[in-house]
């Protein structure tokens, strides 16, 4: 399984993440025609060097939205306890931006946390 993201999208995701550090951030993706094309910030967030929270209540209903992303300030790019849990709530393709938010530290995981490949098309 690959996954498709757009360059422009991808770029903008590891800008928010460099401007949250120390922080993590978190958003939901949009996909059209099966590549992720754009985000959403989560509504409300409280974020931390370790966590981000947000009111899922504020959340639109969005069928569009197939996965979500958010951002580990170190260097780990793998699921915590955690973001298993936080998986398995929103279903999908999930991914994971690491410091120091270069394309080579996001990884797009399924909602039981097994890697998956990720394509970055123009």
């Known amino acids: 399984m690959e996954i498709l993201i757009r360059r422009e999208l991808l770029e903008y995701l590891l800008q928010l993440a460099r401007n949250a550090y120390p922080n993590e951030f978190a958003g939901f993706l949009r996909e059209k025609d099966g590549v992720f094309e754009e985000v959403l910030i989560a509504p409300n967030p409280h974020a931390g060097p370790r966590s981000v929270f947000f009111d899922t209540w504020m959340l639109p209903f969005d069928e569009s939205i197939k996965g979500t992303v958010h951002?580990?300030?170190?260097?780990?790019?793998?699921?915590?306890?955690?973001?298993?849990?936080?998986?398995?709530?929103?279903?999908?393709?999930?991914?994971?931006?690491?410091?120091?938010f270069t394309e080579e530290t996001v990884r797009a995981y399924t909602s039981e946390g097994k890697r998956i490949g990720l394509k970055v098309v123009e």
């Not at 699921?79 to 690491?98: C, R, T, Y």
Request: proline share 17%; net charge negative; aromatic share 20%.
């Open 71 to 100: 951002s580990h300030p170190s260097p780990n790019p793998w699921p915590s306890e955690a973001d298993l849990g936080f998986f398995s709530k929103f279903g999908g393709v999930h991914f994971i931006i690491a410091w120091p």
